[in-house]
């Protein structure tokens, strides 16, 4: 998979939207890479989740709106999502179809209650209970939402549990009092069921991707073993190169044009004091005038040999150098 550092915004952005797609059903384009609509199913309602991205999205947060209004803690009163997790701590690293999904299953498994167009508390489902429930099941009083509400802390709890509203003044006094009796409604809850399903789909997928992982050790420990190879290798061509680098310096020191011009210069002066040698010799008369005059030619000869040679090396190099070479 690309790395997202190797991406354009364009392509950053392209891929927040196949996000959105990938993780929740019933997507609709309203305006291309702008805004989509999200129905789904929340107890009896049916709501329609607005996702709109701006200019600089993702590098800043989606706007999401709810519709109808609903009261829930993560919407405000003019059915804008702004508490919910996902939304709070989005960053261009997240990804969009997750946060609306988190929000869409939130709304799912517990149905908040809508905002009619008289501004009243509505129940999640509209459905009329029979007479009988009417006169057993206890009455809620319908409270105006005046229009800067703020969403309470905690839903009531018809809206959490609507199985109550079925039920009588009796049963409900049995649920309170026998413990087996509450935990075998709570195991009837559908918000329960739909979480031990969502756990036993993840207890699957990490398993699945256990098992995934376990079936790649081998490739793995072949990488590793070739990559360890490698820094092996890599290691002695290193050592290699500083040697090499060694022997490079040392010639590069040695056939230096001014290092010529010294060695010219010690040179010439060697073959001057091997002629002064020559010439005392004679004076003392250690060898024969044909001798003498042989070596001493010969050695005053490469003496000034070296001389001229190491003066037109030391003017060229004054040269270039007054060059800028």
Known sequence: MQSRMY???????????????????????????????I??????????????????????????????????????AEGEITSAPGLLNFTVHSDLGRVVQAITREFERNPPPLIGHDNKKMSPCNSVLDGEHSRTSPSFPTLPVIKSFSPPSHTPITSQFPQLNHLSIEELQFLKENADRQQEFIEEMQCINNQQRVLDECIAQIEELA???????????????????????????????????????????????RNIQ????????????????????????????????????????????????????????????????
């Open 7 to 37: 991406k354009t915004d364009a392509d950053i952005r392209k891929s927040q939207i196949n996000t959105l797609k990938v993780f929740n059903a019933n997507v609709n384009e309203v305006s291309e890479g702008q805004e989509y609509q």
């Open 262 to 325: 010294d060695q010219l210069r010690i040179a010439a002066s060697q073959a001057e004091l091997e002629g002064e040698k020559i010439a005392e010799n004679f004076l003392k008369g250690e060898m024969d005038v044909d001798r003498f005059v042989n070596q001493y030619i010969s050695t005053r000869k490469l003496c000034q040999m070296r001389k001229t040679k190491e003066e037109k090396l030391g003017h060229q190099l004054d040269s270039l150098e007054k060059a800028g070479f």
């Open 211 to 257: 098992e995934s992982n376990l079936s790649k050790q081998q490739q793995l420990e072949d990488l590793r073993f070739g990559i360890d190879s490698r820094i092996e290798e890599v290691t002695k061509l290193a050592f290699e190169n500083e040697r090499l680098l060694g022997i490079y310096q040392d010639l590069s020191d040695k056939y230096s044009p």
């Open 39 to 76: 129905a789904f199913d929340s107890g009896c309602n049916k709501l329609i989740l607005n996702v709109l991205l701006g200019s600089e999205f993702p590098k800043e947060k989606p706007k999401l709106k709810i519709s109808p209004v609903v009261i829930h803690p993560w919407v405000n």
